[in-house]
């Protein structure tokens, strides 16, 4: 299964900033939005950032909304994930994936995995 690579995981004390990159390609972009998603030991993966197609939609989970922002640079087959603010509560391991908007719905697309993830670490 194809899965895309996101990097930029690191260790951060809370207050801090960390910008999550996923490298993405041309085909990507044009037929998917992109969603970021994450996953803490022991908890179900939650959707933390998702940003449609056409990039006039986009989603925030209640506890990361204010201080994450998502967004793509298309040129270069970029997409990120800007988090500021951090708290230990963003413990977990991040993971891109392009995903499909339909009636305000966010489905992760079906061509493409998990794949590893970036950690991210947060310290009191």
């Known amino acids: 299964q194809v899965h895309l690579v996101a990097s930029g995981g690191g260790l951060v004390q809370a207050g801090g900033s960390l910008r999550l990159s996923c490298a993405t390609s041309g085909r990507t972009l044009s037929n998917y939005g992109m969603g970021w998603f994450r996953q803490a030991p022991g908890k179900e993966r939650e959707f933390v950032a998702g940003?449609?197609?056409?990039?006039?939609?986009?989603y925030y989970d209640t506890f990361v909304k204010g201080r994450f922002t998502i967004s793509r640079d298309n040129p270069n087959y970029l997409a990120y994930l800007q988090m500021n603010n951090l708290k230990p509560e963003d413990t977990a391991l991040y993971y891109c994936?392009?995903?499909?908007?339909?009636?305000?719905?966010?489905?992760?697309?079906?061509?493409?995995?998990w794949g590893q993830g970036t950690q991210v670490t947060v310290s009191s």
């Open positions: 994936r392009p995903v499909t908007y339909y009636g305000d719905v966010w489905t992760p697309s079906r061509e493409y995995d």
């Open positions: 940003l449609n197609r056409v990039g006039d939609h986009s």
